[in-house]
């Protein structure tokens, strides 16, 4: 996998443009995996407990679930790499698949996810990692871009 270009072809792909609101990428991910997605702040999740951020999905709507950061930039990061895992189509069908033996309550691609997610060096999460480094630069643009239409034009 050359992770730069499966990175550009997935920004791409989101016919964004270079700048865009994080609700612009919520509204597209949503659209695009046709649920409704809910982003969640767990109050008592720690980053110090090792876990930043989760993606559940059920069959009608996908929730992230994160960590609560004081950095508003470091809450979005959170965010926006498990938004990436969704762009990137990791765990799309039976991609993430573990025994049911294990976990029989909770359904396998939730399983998958979860019991994935200290792999931090592979591929997937390096990644979704770099995708989420260039969608936050493309909503730092969007609100760069708003701030100097302001100074300028008032």
Not at 16 to 22: A, I, S, V
């Amino acid at each position: 996998m050359n992770i730069e270009q499966t990175v550009s072809a997935a920004v791409s792909g989101l016919q964004l443009g270079n700048t865009f609101t994080l609700d612009d990428l919520r509204r597209t991910v949503q659209e695009r995996r046709h649920r409704r997605l809910r982003v969640v702040e767990l109050a008592d999740l720690d980053t110090h407990d090792g876990l930043c951020a989760a993606w559940l999905s059920t069959d009608t709507e996908d929730i992230v679930l994160h960590a609560h950061s004081d950095s508003a930039l470091h809450r979005q990061q959170f965010v926006l790499h498990e938004l990436a895992h969704m762009i990137l189509g990791h765990c799309d069908g039976d991609d993430c698949d573990v025994e049911e033996a294990l976990l029989p309550d909770i359904p396998s691609y939730t399983r998958g996810r979860l019991l994935t997610r200290q792999d931090l060096d592979s591929e997937t999460e390096i990644a979704a990692e770099s995708l989420a480094d260039r969608l936050a630069a493309g909503i730092r643009g969007s609100v760069f871009a708003e701030s100097r239409y302001s100074e300028i034009f008032g």
